[in-house]
């Protein structure tokens, strides 16, 4: 439970019209909230529709009325009234009313003495016992009090024994400023004593004029107020709305959502629940937040303090651990991290994102078999996306741990789209072993596809020349052969290699095409540097095959990464993609060599 206190030090501010907006927010986002009218003097939360619960209902007046007859604490739900909520709200909304509005409330309320109620009544006892029972009873998630305005024993009960926090709304001119600058100080004092609380406060400048302001008042008149009153950033702006509809109340968030008041007042709530440790929901909203470094330092608790209130909130929830064990990273504290992942993991949280990183783990300390079981598992998992999958298919290449054939049977690699899977299967080709296991792969893509993608059948054609299967690779691209002029560069070579496989003849037309493409672009890969010079020796100009050669031999010497050769039709790394291309420099020079996709002995 968080009890949050909306406290003004003069009315007209829009306070209770906050109390409300973030009241109901807090429901559409499924949190139990209850709403408490302390503003005894001059109630008005049932002002609004939604709120007005129970007419006749007894309220906080008649609970401390009891109290005081009976010299013993009523049972809080006899004055709490639950409200109704728009059917879409996944929350519940209650209230605790001021009291009953009769002829007698005025004189009522006049009986009530809240200096001796705490002097000689052990009034103080009274509102811990009204907070237990709110918290026992029923369990909310929120608790928003509407506070009495200026200085009063109300106010100081809703500002320093009830509330976790205050938010403070004010007008930013001198009055609001310096009537704050008090309640503020005794508000921060609470730390200070002997059993005392940190109160967090979230500073609210509200109703605040959408005009020019060619002379900078506002933007003076807040940095007065940061300073006096101590805060660096306000929780939330709320502009004045000029607008008759307020003469209504409405609840802007729910019957006015998109205007901005109703988005302003969102923000509000959303910083209010960023500080509650126990909103899971908030919690992990929070931590997956792209501005989560920046939300953090903004925060009113260091981040070390909170990172550590939260493990402390959420030790046996597994998802918080690992979304924080995500923010640890960022920060570079990579040891904690680790530790708050494989913590995650023991209490069940296991997804494709705490996975794959464990897996890692385990290869790196010489459990090979725990790492692969971890990596089938992952790609088993529904939270297994295109990323997840390609990371697989990198450590199942660079490390072999799992067959190619469990990659492609796994579920997340299936729930691809044909051209995701075609790509992933271009980093599988290692072998002529693995290029037939790709191959069955897109041939199941190609089937269930309703049209031919044209990334699955250029990824066929390389699987099938690479295994030397040049006949079914011309197969591919249709029964009759393409226009040369309708290729772009990769068919166009690829359409070459399987007709010089297949033929024992280089087709010129093809790899004219080819050249043709690389000298009118820019080639800034050394793979497709690689193919245009071997396209250029075909066409018997050496001079260009060699300017080629010399550009994919710089390439391949800046950048070592693993690449495709269209040398052997194989995925390489990047020292025998310089072999390779040693190899092609020979063929250009006039040795008897041709490329090993068509010499290599196949199983």
Not at 425 to 453: F, H, P, T
Request: proline share 3%; net charge neutral.
């Amino acid at each position: 439970m968080y009890v949050v206190t909306f406290y003004s030090f003069k009315g007209g501010v829009g306070r209770t019209l906050a109390l409300v907006n973030v009241a109901a927010e807090l429901v559409r986002r499924g949190k139990k909230v209850l709403v408490v009218d302390f503003d005894l003097e001059a109630p008005g939360l049932d002002s609004f529709a939604s709120l007005r619960c129970n007419t006749n209902a007894p309220g906080l007046l008649e609970f401390v009325t009891q109290y005081l007859e009976s010299a013993a604490a009523p049972d809080v739900s006899s004055f709490i009234s639950q409200c109704k909520s728009p059917p879409s709200h996944k929350g519940k909304l209650y209230m605790m009313a001021s009291g009953v509005r009769d002829a007698s409330y005025s004189f009522r309320l006049s009986k009530i003495s809240w200096s001796d109620m705490y002097a000689k009544r052990d009034g103080y006892l009274l509102f811990e016992d009204l907070k237990a029972q709110w918290a026992s009873t029923l369990t909310p998630d929120y608790v928003l009090i509407d506070s009495r305005t200026g200085h009063s024993d109300v106010a100081g009960i809703c500002t320093r024994q009830l509330p976790d926090a205050v938010v403070l709304c004010f007008i930013p001119n001198e009055d609001n400023i310096m009537g704050l600058e008090g309640i503020v100080s005794d508000i921060r004092s609470e730390s200070k004593r002997i059993g005392g609380r940190d109160i967090r406060l979230y500073f609210v400048p509200s109703n605040v004029p959408s005009l020019d302001d060619e002379q900078g008042i506002l933007e003076r008149k807040l940095r007065r107020a940061k300073r006096v009153l101590g805060f660096s950033h306000p929780a939330a702006t709320v502009h004045r709305y000029d607008s008759l509809k307020l003469l209504d109340n409405p609840v802007f968030v729910n019957l006015r959502n998109r205007s901005r008041l109703a988005k302003e007042l969102r923000i509000l709530a959303t910083v209010i629940t960023q500080d509650n440790l126990e909103d899971r929901d908030a919690v992990l909203s929070t931590l997956r937040s792209e501005r989560l470094i920046e939300s953090l330092s903004r925060s009113t608790q260091p981040i070390d303090q909170k990172i550590t209130n939260i493990k402390s909130h959420h030790a046996r929830d597994g998802e918080v651990l690992y979304e924080l064990s995500k923010l640890l990273l960022r920060l570079g504290r990579d040891h904690e991290a680790a530790l708050l992942a494989g913590e995650s993991m023991e209490l069940g949280y296991r997804t494709a994102d705490t996975l794959l990183p464990a897996a890692l783990e385990d290869l790196a300390s010489g459990r090979s078999a725990a790492g692969a079981e971890k990596i089938v598992e992952a790609l088993s998992l529904s939270s297994a996306d295109y990323f997840h999958v390609s990371r697989a298919v990198e450590i199942a290449v660079r490390e072999g741990v799992v067959p190619l054939q469990l990659l492609v049977d796994s579920a997340a690699f299936k729930s691809l789209s044909e051209p995701e899977q075609a790509s992933l299967c271009d980093q599988m080709l290692i072998n002529a072993e693995a290029a037939a296991i790709v191959e069955q792969s897109l041939r199941r893509s190609l089937m269930s596809a309703g049209e031919v993608d044209v990334n699955v059948r250029n990824s066929l054609v390389l699987s099938l020349v690479a295994q030397g299967k040049f006949r079914e690779a011309v197969q591919a691209f249709g029964k009759t052969r393409p226009e040369v002029w309708t290729l772009n560069i990769a068919e166009a070579f690829n359409l070459a290699m399987a007709e010089w496989g297949l033929t024992g003849r280089p087709p010129d037309d093809l790899f004219a095409r080819v050249l043709e493409i690389g000298e009118a672009g820019k080639v800034r890969t050394k793979n497709v540097a690689q193919a245009i010079a071997i396209s250029a020796w075909v066409l018997h100009d050496s001079a260009r095959a060699g300017q080629w050669w010399n550009r994919a031999f710089d390439l391949g010497t800046l950048d070592k990464a693993k690449e495709f050769s269209a040398w052997r039709y194989l995925q390489v790394s990047g020292d025998l993609f310089l072999a390779d291309l040693m190899e092609v420099q020979q063929m250009i020079a006039g040795a008897d060599v041709l490329p090993r996709v068509f010499t290599t002995v196949r199983p």
